[in-house]
C-alpha cells in the first residue's frame, strides 16, 4: 500500500503538484481557520489559493530589486493580465490614489552569441500597498491567470542570470483609463510572452542534444535534463497543437505525439460537425478559461453596442465560477438549484423581458452531480439570444456530448484530462454549429491571448495520451465505488451522475461508450460517521480531482468553510465527503471503502 502524505506534503510528491496533503477532517479545518500546526507545514497547495514557494521568492527577488518600502507584487504572464489585476484594485478599492497600484515589465535581454530556438518568458508585475494582499489574491485566485510554478521556476533562474529585465518604456497606465459606464473593451495589447530567442547551447549546465529525437525516453529526464531551463520552442508548439487535436476529437484513440501530428487539421470527423483544432483555445487553468470566456463575451457585446447584461449561474457550481460572475461585469442570476423549476422561471423572466449575456452551467455539476437540462436551455438560448456556456470538466468528452447544445465549451484540463495532477491547463472549444459561431471567431481574434506557459503545454500532452484509457477505467471503478457506498445503511446519500434524480439529462448527453464519471459524493445519517470514514479512508486527501490516483476531501469545509449555512440552502450538507475514483485495482479500492465505513460503523451516537 502506498504511503500516504503527511500533513503540507505536495500530492503526488512532486515539485509542481496540484494536490496538497490534508489528510484529517481536523487537518483540514485547521487549514481553514489558520491554525499554525497546519499551515507551518504547508510545502504547497492547490495553485489558485496557494501561490508556490518558488513563485513566492521570485516575487521576494522583484520586490527587493523594484518595489518600494511597505509593498506587494503579484505576478502575472503578460500586460493584458497585469492590466485586468490594476483594474480590479481601482474598481474594489475605494481613494486609491494614482501610482499607488503600478505595473514594471520585466522581458528577456539579449545576451549575444546564440545557437538555437528557445522559449523565454517576460514578466508583468503588479505592485500595491501589502495591506491590500487580499485583494489581488482575488484576482489570481478566481480569474487562474497568474504565472505557472513551473513559468516561476524558469523566470527566477532568468531573473538571477540577468536576463530579465525592465523594459525601457515602462506602460503608463491611469485608473481613468480603465474606467467606462459598462464593461470596458478589454483591449488585446501584442503579448511578448511568447518570445521566440536564441540562447547559447550550454546554459544550467545543459545542451540541446539535436531536435526532437528520443522523444519518447523517460518523460521526467527528457524534460528535466534535456531542456532543462532550455526548452526547445518547436517541442512546446507541437504539443500544443496535439492538445489541441486531441480535444477536438479528431484523435479517436490514445495516440503518441507523433500520431498526432500526422492527423489531418482539417475538421468534420470530430466532436462536432466542422469542428477543427482551431476551435480549440488553450489557457493556462480551467478557470482562466471559464473568465476569460466571460470577459470575452462581455467585451463582444461592448464592442456591438449592446447595455450591459447579467449573466445566469445554473446549478450550484464549483466556487469561482459564481464569484466570476459576481465580482467581474453587472452582476448575475444564480439559480443554485438547477432543476426544471428554476428553468421555469428563468423561461417566465424572459417572456417578462428580461434579457442576459450567457448562461453558465457544469455537467454535471461539483459536488452534487446534478445534469442541467441542456436541451431545454438550448431552445431558450435560441429563442432570447443568450450564450450557453458548459463546463464539462467532470463529466469530461469522452463520456458526454455538450458541444452539439452549448455554444462554448469549458473544460480544467487540470482533472482526468492530465491525470498525473503536475500541471495545470484549460481549454475552450467553440461549436462550429452554433449561430454565434462567427462572431465569436472574431470576438477570439481579437480577444485571446496564448498564455499557456511552453513547458506546462509539453507535460500536458505527455499526460494525455492515455486519457481515453484511463477515463474509461476510472469509470469503472467509480461505479464499483458507488455500489458498496449505496449497500451501507450509514450511508444517507450518494451523489453520481449515473444514479441522480437529473440522470435522464446526463444520458441524453453521453457518448454511445460513455460512462458516468469518477466524480462521486457521499453524506452520511451523523455528522460523526462522515468523519470517522474520511479519516480511515486510505486514500490521499486534499484539494482538485480527476488525478490518476484516488483523491477525497470533506468538500464542504474545504471549499465553503465560511459559508456552510448558505451551501445547505443548495443541498450541499456541511458534513459532505467527495471522492475522486483513481486507476487502483478494483479489488484494493474496494478494501479500502469497506475498511472506512468499517470505522464509520464504530462510531457511537
Same mark, same amino acid.
Given at each position: ?20 496533503s490534508l489528510p484529517s477532517w481536523k487537518a483540514t479545518v485547521g487549514y481553514e481557520e489558520g491554525e499554525d500546526w497546519v499551515l507551518s507545514k504547508m510545502q504547497t497547495g492547490y495553485p489558485r489559493f496557494f501561490i508556490h514557494l518558488t513563485i513566492q521568492e ?307 455539476s461539483n459536488p452534487l452531480l446534478n445534469s442541467a437540462d441542456l436541451q431545454r436551455i438550448r431552445v431558450l438560448a435560441d429563442k432570447y439570444d443568450f450564450t450557453v456556456v458548459v463546463d464539462e470538466t467532470v463529466g469530461n468528452f469522452t463520456n458526454i456530448d ?69 477515463? /474509461?477505467?476510472?469509470?469503472?471503478? %467509480?461505479?464499483? !465505488?458507488? #455500489?458498496? &457506498?449505496?449497500?451501507?445503511?450509514? =450511508? @444517507? ?90 486507476? /487502483?485495482?478494483?479489488?484494493?479500492? %474496494?478494501?479500502? !471503502?469497506? #475498511?472506512? &465505513?468499517?470505522?464509520?460503523?464504530? =462510531? @457511537?451516537?
Amino acid at each position: 500500500m502506498a504511503m500516504l502524505a503527511a500533513v503540507g506534503q505536495p500530492v503526488p510528491n512532486t515539485p509542481h503538484a496540484v494536490s496538497v496533503s490534508l489528510p484529517s477532517w481536523k487537518a483540514t479545518v485547521g487549514y481553514e481557520e489558520g491554525e499554525d500546526w497546519v499551515l507551518s507545514k504547508m510545502q504547497t497547495g492547490y495553485p489558485r489559493f496557494f501561490i508556490h514557494l518558488t513563485i513566492q521568492e521570485l516575487g521576494n527577488e522583484i520586490l527587493k530589486l523594484y518595489g518600494r518600502s511597505g509593498e506587494a507584487v503579484m505576478l502575472f504572464p503578460s500586460l493584458a493580465t497585469a492590466k485586468k489585476c490594476f483594474k480590479f484594485f481601482y474598481d474594489k478599492v475605494q481613494g486609491l490614489g494614482v501610482g499607488v497600484v503600478h505595473v514594471l515589465q520585466l522581458e528577456p535581454v539579449n545576451t549575444g552569441n546564440r545557437s538555437h530556438a528557445t522559449t523565454l518568458s517576460g514578466l508583468s508585475c503588479v505592485f500595491f500597498p501589502k495591506e491590500y494582499f487580499n485583494v489581488a489574491k482575488q484576482v489570481w485566485q478566481h480569474t487562474g491567470d497568474g504565472i505557472s510554478s513551473r513559468r516561476g521556476e524558469f523566470c527566477l533562474k532568468a531573473l538571477r542570470d540577468g536576463i530579465l529585465e525592465p523594459v525601457t518604456t515602462q506602460p503608463q497606465i491611469r485608473p481613468d483609463d480603465l474606467y467606462t459606464k459598462g464593461p470596458r473593451r478589454y483591449q488585446r495589447p501584442g503579448s511578448r510572452n511568447g518570445i521566440i530567442h536564441d540562447i547559447p547551447s550550454s546554459n544550467n549546465g545543459t545542451t540541446d542534444r539535436a531536435g526532437t529525437d528520443g522523444e519518447d525516453k523517460d518523460h521526467a529526464q527528457f524534460v528535466e535534463e534535456r531542456f532543462g531551463r532550455n526548452l526547445n520552442v518547436k517541442l512546446a508548439s507541437q504539443a500544443k497543437l496535439a492538445i489541441r487535436r486531441r480535444i477536438s476529437g479528431c484523435l479517436t484513440d490514445d495516440a503518441e505525439l507523433e500520431q498526432a501530428l500526422k492527423k489531418s487539421p482539417d475538421g468534420g470527423d470530430g466532436r462536432q460537425k466542422g469542428l477543427s483544432e482551431n476551435d480549440v483555445y488553450l489557457y493556462p487553468t480551467g478557470m482562466s478559461s471559464i473568465f476569460n470566456t466571460h470577459r470575452i463575451l462581455l467585451a463582444n457585446a461592448e464592442a456591438k453596442g449592446q447595455a450591459p447584461r447579467k449573466s445566469i449561474c445554473f446549478g450550484f457550481p464549483y466556487i469561482d465560477t459564481l464569484k466570476i460572475l459576481e465580482k467581474w461585469g453587472p452582476g448575475c442570476l444564480f439559480y443554485g438549484h438547477g432543476s426544471a423549476a428554476c428553468i421555469d422561471d428563468l423561461e417566465r423572466r424572459l417572456d417578462a423581458g428580461e434579457r442576459f449575456l450567457a448562461l453558465f452551467t457544469e455537467f454535471p455539476s461539483n459536488p452534487l452531480l446534478n445534469s442541467a437540462d441542456l436541451q431545454r436551455i438550448r431552445v431558450l438560448a435560441d429563442k432570447y439570444d443568450f450564450t450557453v456556456v458548459v463546463d464539462e470538466t467532470v463529466g469530461n468528452f469522452t463520456n458526454i456530448d455538450v458541444l452539439s447544445r452549448a455554444d462554448i465549451v469549458v473544460s480544467s484540463l487540470t482533472k482526468v484530462f492530465s491525470g498525473d495532477s503536475n500541471v495545470m491547463g484549460g481549454s475552450c472549444v467553440l461549436n462550429p454549429q452554433s449561430k454565434w459561431y462567427a462572431e465569436l471567431k472574431q470576438a477570439m481574434s481579437r480577444e485571446y491571448e496564448d498564455n499557456y506557459w511552453a513547458e506546462d503545454a509539453v507535460f500536458m500532452e505527455r499526460n494525455s495520451r492515455d486519457f481515453i484509457r484511463r477515463s /474509461e477505467r476510472i469509470n469503472q471503478n %467509480a461505479e464499483a !465505488v458507488v #455500489r458498496s &457506498l449505496q449497500q451501507c445503511p450509514l =450511508v @444517507k446519500q450518494v451523489y453520481y451522475p449515473k444514479c441522480s434524480p437529473s440522470r435522464p439529462n446526463y444520458d441524453a448527453c453521453r457518448s454511445p461508450n460513455g460512462g458516468y464519471g469518477g466524480l462521486l459524493s457521499v453524506t452520511f445519517q451523523h455528522p460523526e460517521q462522515a468523519v470517522a470514514f474520511f479519516d480511515a479512508l486510505e486514500v490521499q486527501k486534499g484539494p482538485s480531482l480527476g488525478t490518476n490516483f484516488t483523491l477525497a476531501c470533506p468538500y464542504t469545509v474545504l471549499a465553503h468553510y465560511a459559508e456552510m449555512g448558505w451551501t445547505a440552502q443548495w443541498g450541499v450538507e456541511p458534513d459532505l465527503v467527495r471522492l475522486s475514483v483513481g486507476l /487502483e485495482e478494483p479489488a484494493e479500492l %474496494a478494501d479500502k !471503502v469497506d #475498511r472506512a &465505513l468499517r470505522a464509520a460503523e464504530k =462510531v @457511537k451516537i
